[in-house]
Nanobody, 119 residues
Framework: VQLQASGGGLVQTGGSLRLSCVAS????????MGWYRQAPGKQRELVAI???????NYTDSVKGRFTISRDNAKNTVYLQMNSLKPEDTAVYYC??????????????WGQGTLVTVSS
């Protein structure tokens, strides 16, 4: 079981990026999928999360600019990031709570994808 994130890159202030993360392997159910980020010298923080039931949660600094969505059939979560600011620069990590073959809920992290917003 693994999470594979993609879509990071370099963008100017005000630009947009779309991150994707696919969960693969023997997955029986997904409780939630989401995104965290870690800027240089700072702690990792929650950006957005979306449960399989449809509930969403965003950190205040991205509300109105970022949108999280999921394709449940593809075990994929997306993060559409608009109106990007230099303070959004960070490594973005995909995170998910998965019910796997061992019949347990297990938390997984993706490998991280770098988003750099230039001023």
């Amino acid at each position: 079981v693994q999470l594979q994130a993609s879509g990071g890159g370099l963008v100017q202030t005000g630009g947009s990026l779309r991150l994707s993360c696919v969960a693969s392997g023997s997955i029986f159910s997904i409780k939630y999928m989401g995104w965290y980020r870690q800027a240089p010298g700072k702690q990792r923080e929650l950006v957005a999360i979306k449960t399989t039931g449809g509930s969403t949660n965003y950190t205040d600094s991205v509300k109105g600019r970022f949108t999280i969505s999921r394709d449940n059939a593809k075990n994929t979560v997306y993060l559409q990031m608009n109106s990007l600011k230099p303070e959004d620069t960070a490594v973005y990590y995909c995170n998910a709570e998965l019910y796997i073959a061992t019949m347990t809920w297990t938390n997984y992290w993706g490998q991280g994808t770098l988003v750099t917003v230039s001023s």
